[in-house]
């Protein structure tokens, strides 16, 4: 059976629920919490507990919370690999306010000491039909080992560029075959990439067609996923390869959700895209998208990062 492979970052979350966000020279009360995050660990939870068999490849410090990544990891099934760092684990700020909207500081700690050859050697495994997953929390030139990793093994590579404000070269976005940014990362791409300057409150509301051309100047060979919160996602495929679709571009609604927290939605989002894309290789992409939609939509439905990832039968 096919597997879903992620490498990238685990943090310690320290979250605190507030009324409202905190603006500049503020003092807050708030409720606090911690526990488990980083964007690769939550998508890597979300794909085995969407019912994938999964591996996770990351860097950890020497401290609690390498143990805690140990022990959840061992708890859900997860396959661990690990490069030892001398840097403390990763840690993330996060303010949660009444709405369930977010700000996030992020501490890279042992995450900044991945590197290239740790991740070729723990992908040397990856086949054909298997699925990898990165996203931009670790240092480049580990991302993009990982690209070229599941792309000579037969892979599909998937890169979530996020957070947005990494700067990443033609080169490494041209490794991946499924790209899977949310607004602001979609426009951050443009301006980088396209020579477009786009609002991403106005990325939603762009005429299909146009989003499509965008999407086409951006990854001309591959799938573009861009994920719009509350307007559910669009979708386009290159011309040579809609991977099962019927058409090239569409979009596909949100799904309705009781939301608490979206923290980690769009990481849930990526991990069942994952899961649904190794687990059923057979159906059209537009299947796992909506698969991958209300897998989201049910992770809002609960505070936390990783441990608000929903729990579907393991395949």
């Known amino acids: 059976m096919a597997r879903v492979l992620v490498a990238g970052s685990f943090n310690v979350d320290?979250?605190?629920?507030?009324?409202?966000?905190?603006?500049?020279?503020?003092?807050?009360?708030?409720?606090?919490?911690?526990?488990?995050?980083?964007?690769?660990?939550?998508?890597?939870?979300?794909?085995?507990?969407?019912?994938?068999?999964?591996?996770?490849?990351?860097?950890?410090?020497?401290?609690?919370?390498?143990?805690?990544?140990?022990?959840?990891?061992?708890?859900?099934?997860?396959?661990?690999?690990?490069?030892?760092?001398?840097?403390?684990?990763?840690?993330?700020?996060?303010?949660?306010?009444?709405?369930?909207?977010?700000?996030?500081?992020?501490?890279?700690?042992?995450?900044?000491?991945?590197?290239?050859?740790?991740?070729?050697?723990?992908?040397?495994?990856?086949?054909?039909?298997?699925?990898?997953?990165?996203?931009?929390?670790?240092?480049?030139?580990?991302?993009?080992?990982?690209?070229e990793a599941a792309r000579a093994a037969g892979a599909l590579a998937i890169l979530n560029p996020a957070p947005a404000n990494v700067a990443i070269d033609r080169a490494l976005l041209d490794r991946a075959e499924v790209l899977t940014p949310n607004e602001t990362e979609f426009a951050a791409l443009l301006g980088r990439h396209v020579g477009q300057r786009i609002e991403a409150e106005a990325v939603a509301s762009l005429d299909s067609g146009r989003l499509h051309a965008l999407c086409r100047d951006l990854l001309p060979d591959g799938s573009v996923v861009v994920t719009l919160g509350a307007s559910g996602c669009f979708v386009s495929h290159a011309e040579a390869q809609q991977r099962g679709d019927a058409a090239g571009h569409y979009r596909v609604g949100a799904e309705p959700a009781q939301v608490v927290d979206t923290t980690g939605a769009g990481d849930a989002f990526n991990g069942a895209l994952a899961a649904s894309l190794a687990l059923r290789p057979q159906l059209a992409f537009g299947e796992h998208v909506r698969f991958a939609n209300r897998y989201a939509a049910r992770s809002t439905e609960q505070a936390g990062a990783a441990l608000a990832m929903p729990h579907l039968p393991a395949a």
């Open 14 to 147: 320290h979250v605190w629920r507030v009324a409202a966000l905190p603006a500049p020279g503020a003092t807050l009360a708030g409720q606090y919490a911690s526990g488990p995050g980083g964007k690769g660990f939550n998508q890597a939870i979300a794909a085995r507990r969407a019912g994938a068999e999964t591996a996770f490849v990351c860097a950890l410090g020497p401290d609690g919370g390498a143990r805690m990544a140990r022990e959840l990891a061992a708890a859900d099934g997860l396959v661990l690999h690990t490069q030892p760092s001398a840097a403390p684990t990763g840690t993330a700020g996060i303010f949660v306010d009444a709405e369930g909207r977010n700000c996030i500081v992020i501490g890279p700690g042992a995450n900044a000491a991945l590197e290239a050859g740790f991740i070729a050697s723990a992908l040397a495994g990856l086949g054909t039909g298997d699925v990898l997953l990165v996203q931009l929390e670790s240092p480049l030139p580990a991302v993009a080992a990982a690209l």
